[in-house]
């Protein structure tokens, strides 16, 4: 049985009568997620259609999830609001801080010594407060949801931006930062722009070497790493009601890369044979029972560009396998395009690394396909010749391809079997080399590749690819080889070509697993402490954010003019800083180290106004708090792209920056700097950018009549004594300007417990 499954069956009994009431206010078909969005308002349904991209919705989500990196500061946040228990079902996964090294054994047993502390802080956090906890092992967070939580019709948040897998089984599933988490298990409204939508048609059918990975890998590079900002992707038609569900979850785990909000199936068969094979045939059945809403109305599909605001056609028949890089997720190469690009580029054509799994690719299917062009090369005498890893999703799935043989298959051909959890996805790969800073590449077949991202080095090559063409080029050793088209020799100098790979939805015999990882919350947890060592350099008890002082801001100082790409990464590194995630003040010490300074084009060297030298950013921003200064951050565009991370609006506001200022935000960096009462603004003119000085001193004005859709007013005071002023757009809604006043959300829920 499922667990939540009252809660469940409670969101569907209203369901039919809530899709009709919205039917009638919005006096159109609907598509399915505006199903589920209407269907989880917090407020009663409005007089007319909430506008897309552009109003403030309250929404009322069913659950909440969150992985162990982020679960730190959400659940310190949290342990300040108030409250006995959580308000919704919700889950801690413990799958960032195992470091891949080794192998999956010695892995594990070295992250549970190292990080015993925050896992017992997490442990006792969630017993205490009726949370779910997911051991060390058991799995990736977003796998795991999928496996065991996730439900047709359903709308949860998770604090990690690949909560989006769960769009796999139809679920409203969105990333979102600590504070919204805060606020959900709070028991207060949660609050989402409403998106845009975007369409994606899908027919034909899948066939060869083709899989549900290109069709992401194809439509980010179509959208770009912003082009789905503020925007669901909903996927429809016979092609998608072909793919697997977890084929399905692959798409929306992906959907991340290109800044989307979520991206979503609609229920089928597929899920239903899912949800059944994971023991939870109750789901199904009560999703059967309903399953005309939890499909878009049949009027929206046969004519999609009345109802989305973009429609993308992509035919599965036709589709090729694509490779997408390097250092971006939306550089995409059809297969057969590919080779010619490597040489062209010259990007190091020797294949290093290939690494398949992770929450996007590790199902028994992704592994099962994998596997079988394993045991090809077994028995056609090839070995990798490169070093292959495995990630399975979670324990479930390991045990199961344990059980069947495919592991073992996999060892044969020389691969090493990791620990299920995120390691090398995420800077967590304590990688083998002989020089950390040689020009290199890699593929694997999980979802982001930005430089540095997986193994620290900036010259390290990373492409994304399908589990399946992961392991045919790691048995090449090289990037241009095709295996549609390409023979390659083994052991005995023979020439041998790799046949179609083929694999298995759902396991024959059934899941299986001995220890699942999952710990049950206290049924009264009143009586258990949580205990925070105060010498403790990973975890730290949380003060409040000073309110605003009631004027404008004047005196602040540049800190840095970043120039380019500045993802979450950079302002906020992983790695191994992944350990100060319970710990500001500590974890502060990265802020900004990444990016590049627009003035010097170097990294972490900004100029520091009080001495007129030149110092790490975190050092410069320390000594202007020392002194009582604030200070501004600029930005280019789509900055803060790519994780949910929110240390990266919380390390700012920590040490004393007032406001960042920048052509566009991600959309979750931008709600997180709101939630921490930071300023986040953006130019006006986009060309006021290259106004700014590196010198300038910044006044900030408007702020005492500051109101939605009113400008503010930005003053440059140059070096040489000059002025510049120029409008910036802002876009806080009423709610939003008072987080800012209070000097953060959470100030406002705290106070409210408290009255």
């Known amino acids: 049985m499922a667990f939540d499954i009252d809660m469940i069956k409670n969101t569907y009994a209203g369901l039919e009568a809530k899709v009709n009431a919205a039917r009638k206010v919005l006096n159109r078909p609907l598509t399915l997620t505006e199903k589920i969005l209407y269907t989880h308002l917090a407020d009663d349904l409005p007089k007319k259609p909430f506008e897309r991209g552009k109003s403030y919705v309250d929404f009322k989500p069913d ?184 084929g399905k979850g692959t798409i929306c785990n992906m959907g991340a890369e290109i800044g989307a909000t979520t991206s979503i199936f609609c229920y089928d068969e597929k899920m239903a044979e899912y949800l059944k094979g994971t023991g939870r045939a109750d789901v199904a059945k009560l999703a059967d029972e309903i399953k005309e809403h939890l499909r878009g109305d049949k009027e929206v599909y046969e004519n999609p560009d009345k109802f989305f605001d973009q429609v993308i056609e992509i035919n599965l028949s036709e589709l090729e396998p694509h490779i997408n890089g390097p250092f971006t997720p939306d550089l995409a190469w059809p297969l057969s395009k590919f080779a010619a690009a490597v040489k062209e580029n010259g990007w190091p054509e020797k294949l290093e690394v290939g690494l398949i799994g992770s929450c996007t690719n590790s199902s028994y299917e992704d592994i099962s396909r994998a596997a079988s062009l394993a045991k090809q090369a077994v028995d056609k005498n090839l070995k990798a010749k490169s070093e292959f890893t495995i990630t399975p999703g979670s324990e479930q799935v390991r045990y199961t391809v344990e059980r069947d043989g495919y592991l073992g298959v996999f060892d044969k051909m020389g691969g090493v079997v990791l620990a299920n959890a995120c390691g090398p996805c995420i800077g967590q790969w304590d990688r083998h080399s002989d020089d950390p800073n040689r020009k290199n590449s890699i593929i694997t077949s999980f979802n982001r590749n930005f430089a540095k991202r997986n193994d620290g080095n900036p010259n390290t090559h990373a492409f994304v690819a399908s589990p399946e063409i992961v392991t045919a080029l790691a048995l090449a050793g090289n990037l241009t080889f095709n295996p549609m088209t390409d023979t390659l020799e083994n052991e005995k ?189 953006t130019f006006a003119d986009k060309k006021d950018y290259d106004k700014i000085q590196e010198d300038d001193v910044i006044d900030i004005l408007g702020l005492t009549s500051f109101s939605p859709d009113k400008q503010l007013t930005i003053v440059l005071n140059h070096k040489d004594g000059s002025k510049e002023e120029f409008p910036v757009n802002h876009s806080y809604n009423e709610q939003q300007i008072e987080w800012f006043k209070a000097g953060g959300a959470l100030n406002i829920i705290r106070a409210g417990v408290n009255a």
């Open 63 to 246: 659950r909440v999830a969150m992985q162990d990196a982020t679960a730190q500061m959400a659940l310190l946040q949290f342990m300040q609001a108030g409250r006995q228990s959580v308000a919704v079902p919700s889950t801690v996964h413990c799958d960032h801080l195992i470091v891949a090294k080794s192998g999956a054994e010695e892995d594990l047993k070295r992250a549970i010594k190292t990080n015993e502390e925050v896992f017992n802080f997490l442990s006792s956090v969630s017993n205490k407060y009726g949370i779910g906890f997911w051991k060390p092992g058991a799995g990736i967070i977003h796998q795991v949801i999928l496996e065991n939580y996730a439900f047709p019709g359903g709308m949860m948040i998770g604090t990690d931006s690949h909560t989006v897998n769960a769009g796999g089984l139809g679920m409203v599933a969105i990333g979102v930062g600590g504070a919204d988490a805060c606020d959900v298990m709070a028991g207060l409204p949660w609050e989402l722009k409403m998106p845009r939508l975007i369409g994606v048609k899908l027919t034909g059918k899948l066939s060869g070497w083709t899989s549900s990975k290109d069709v992401i890998l194809k439509v980010a590079g179509i959208l770009t790493v912003k082009g789905g900002t503020d925007a669901i992707v909903e996927y429809f038609g016979e092609g998608a009601d072909s793919l697997s569900c977890t």
């Open 493 to 681: 100098g023979e020439k041998v070509k790799l046949a179609e790979p083929s694999g298995i939805e759902m396991p024959p015999k059934g899941f299986e697993v001995k220890d699942a990882g999952y710990q049950e919350p206290a049924k009264d947890g009143s009586k258990v402490q949580v205990l925070v060592n105060p010498e403790s350099s990973r975890l730290q008890l949380l003060d409040p954010f000073p309110a605003w002082e009631g004027s404008d801001l004047k005196g602040l100082k540049l800190l840095i003019k970043a120039k380019g790409k500045c993802t979450t990464d950079h302002i906020s590194m992983a790695g191994p800083w992944l350990k100060y995630r319970g710990h500001l003040d500590n974890i502060s010490n990265n802020m900004l180290i990444g990016a590049v300074n627009y003035f010097n084009d170097k990294t972490n060297s900004v100029k520091n106004q009080l001495t007129g030298e030149f110092d790490e950013v975190p050092k410069v921003q320390r000594d202007y708090k020392k002194n009582g200064i604030g200070s501004v951050v600029v930005g280019d565009e789509n900055y803060g792209e790519g994780s949910s991370r929110e240390h990266a609006a919380m390390e700012p506001r920590h040490l004393g920056v007032r406001c960042v200022l920048v052509k566009s935000f991600a959309r979750i960096h931008e709600t997180n700097l709101k939630k921490q009462g930071m300023l986040a603004l």
